[in-house]
């Protein structure tokens, strides 16, 4: 009951969503004349009735480009999934990287572990823009010192994967890193670690089966905010690589087209939190709800 009545309320916050550029355009207009504030109010509540009305009507649903319209399917599918398949990758490539350097870092020596977090603090610290077009540039310096192109700077005639996909897991998986070690520093104080290291448990044994097995629940709700991260950094390299994407059709979508497509984007992330939630309780060996 509550997975469906949160599902219900973000539906009713896209669809308020949709209607704000007629609650903006009325009140300019009421600004300059001398209309009272009702007359912003009654426009905008009209509009999201018409939007909800719309969505009940698929054979309206439509994209109004620059000189065309376009029927909303199957033309947003094909932005749908390159943006996801971007997306996905990017996010497979962060865990398995987060990964090994969170190992590599915990069993390295105490000299060589202060350096490599060091080095990926401040890689951490750079600006996204700074790394997309660092990378870009590398790139095209690369291809007129070679004349090798090691991959597609931007989008012209065919979908590119390989810089947005990089791009994109950078900072993530330094984001995923700095979490998890931090979680993992808080259970290394913990008693239970000291009896695994007293029983003779190696060092691996102790970090994979109970050290970060522990840090798995709080690592999955801090996750939350750095898959909202991926998707704000999504749009920015789609706007960089020229990306013909979901998140910039979703910029221009209006009324019932951006209800739809905001939902369809939605719901893959909220099905995969709630899912993974019940799998992380069990895996922990929790129950209940989480708070």
């Not at 990017?90 to 069993?107: G, K, P, R, Y």
């Not at 996204?128 to 790139?139: E, K, N």
Request: proline share 3%.
């Amino acid at each position: 009951m509550k997975f469906i009545s949160k599902f219900i309320l973000i539906i009713i916050g896209f669809t308020l969503i949709s209607a704000l550029p007629a609650l903006v355009v009325n009140a300019v207009q009421v600004s300059t004349t001398d209309k009272g504030v009702g007359s912003i109010f009654k426009p905008y509540f009209t509009t999201v009735y018409d939007n909800v009305v719309l969505l009940f009507q698929p054979e309206n649903w439509v994209y109004q480009g620059f000189r065309k319209t376009y029927p909303l399917f199957p033309m947003f599918w094909d932005r749908y999934s390159y943006s996801m398949k971007v997306f996905v990758l990017s996010l497979i490539i962060a865990l398995a990287l987060a990964f090994l350097f969170m190992i590599t870092i915990q069993l390295a020596p105490k000299k060589v572990r202060k350096l490599l977090i060091s080095v990926f603090t401040i890689l951490e610290s750079l600006p996204d823009v700074f790394i997309i077009i660092s990378l870009q540039l590398l790139v095209i310096l690369y291809f007129k010192r070679t004349g090798v192109l090691l991959a597609q700077v931007a989008v012209f005639q065919e979908d590119i994967y390989t810089l947005p996909v990089a791009c994109l897991s950078i900072i993530p998986t330094f984001l995923l890193l700095r979490t998890v070690l931090f979680f993992i520093q808080e259970e290394e104080s913990k008693m239970y670690v000291d009896l695994a290291k007293v029983k003779g448990l190696s060092n691996v044994r102790i970090l994979l089966i109970h050290t970060f097995r522990n840090v798995l629940y709080s690592l999955f709700y801090r996750s939350k905010l750095i898959f909202s991260f991926m998707l704000s950094n999504l749009f920015i390299i789609e706007v960089l690589f020229n990306m013909d994407g979901a998140l910039q059709f979703l910029t221009r979508a209006r009324g019932a087209e951006f209800i739809i497509a905001a939902t369809l984007i939605f719901i893959p992330f909220y099905l995969f939190f709630s899912l993974t939630e019940k799998f992380v309780l069990q895996f922990i060996g929790e129950s209940g709800e989480a708070a």
